[in-house]
T-cell receptor, first 116, second 118 residues
Framework: DTGVSQDPRHKITKRGQNVTFRCDPISEHNRLYWYRQTLGQGPEFLTYFQNEAQLEKSRLLSDRFSAERPKGSFSTLEIQRTEQGDSAMYLC???FGQGRVNYGYTFGSGTRLTVV | AQKVTQAQTEISVVEKEDVTLDCVYETRDTTYYLFWYKQPPSGELVFLIRRNSFDEQNEISGRYSWNFQKSTSSFNFTITASQVVDSAVYFCALSVGDTTSGTYKYIFGTGTRLKVLA
């Protein structure tokens, strides 16, 4: 499978616990994005990496959220001290970009987080 | 500000009917891309089409067609002879670039849930 892989597919956690999600982009893609989708809404941008550099973070990304892409390949999204409002689908996407053009923007299947 | 509006929350049609999903966007950028994605119950976003701001030609792909009109900032999607398998949530999205950060993110509408009844 050469698509964008996300792990786990589903996560149920108790309020206050920390969770970490992983995204493996398409191997030749240099750009990686995280989005959050709540019920009945479209995905909302969270953060963006070009190679290992995190170039933009949305104001939606509170201090409890941190994302890394240490070697410019896979990425992790960690949520500390989870709250019920964090329950959502977390989507990862990757693309190959040069300047203003993006090629092959592909979404993963997402990680569905439920905070109880 | 950039924004995508999908005013239709839910549409129900009977199989074989034609249906049009509306999308209106706002951006001050002159270079941008518009997209449609399908999200079936499995949750994955399935790419349907990309259109750049300089190409206003309508496009047809099988039973799908798209009408891009810059004058009205609309990018509408029509399914001809709908089928039950078309039932899903459809999202319209706008991609703009931030030359300062180098970010090219998507701004999604809230989606239209299409139900095709047998």
């Amino acid at each position: 499978d050469t698509g964008v892989s996300q792990d786990p597919r589903h996560k149920i956690t108790k309020r206050g616990q920390n969770v970490t999600f992983r995204c493996d982009p398409i191997s030749e893609h240099n750009r990686l994005y995280w989005y959050r989708q709540t019920l009945g809404q479209g995905p909302e941008f969270l953060t963006y990496f070009q190679n290992e550099a995190q170039l933009e973070k949305s104001r939606l990304l509170s201090d409890r959220f941190s994302a890394e892409r240490p070697k410019g390949s896979f990425s992790t999204l960690e949520i500390q001290r989870t709250e019920q409002g964090d329950s959502a689908m977390y989507l990862c996407a990757s693309s190959f970009g040069q300047g203003r053009v993006n090629y092959g923007y592909t979404f993963g299947s997402g990680t569905r987080l439920t905070v109880v | 500000a950039q924004k995508v509006t999908q005013a239709q929350t839910e549409i129900s049609v009977v199989e074989k009917e034609d249906v049009t999903l509306d999308c209106v966007y706002e951006t001050r950028d002159t270079t941008y891309y518009l997209f449609w994605y399908k999200q079936p119950p499995s949750g994955e976003l399935v790419f349907l089409i990309r259109r750049n701001s300089f190409d206003e030609q309508n496009e047809i792909s099988g039973r799908y067609s798209w009408n891009f009109q810059k004058s009205t900032s609309s990018f509408n999607f029509t399914i001809t002879a709908s089928q039950v398998v078309d039932s899903a949530v459809y999202f319209c999205a706008l991609s703009v670039g931030d030359t300062t950060s180098g970010t090219y993110k998507y701004i999604f509408g809230t989606g239209t849930r299409l139900k095709v009844l047998a």
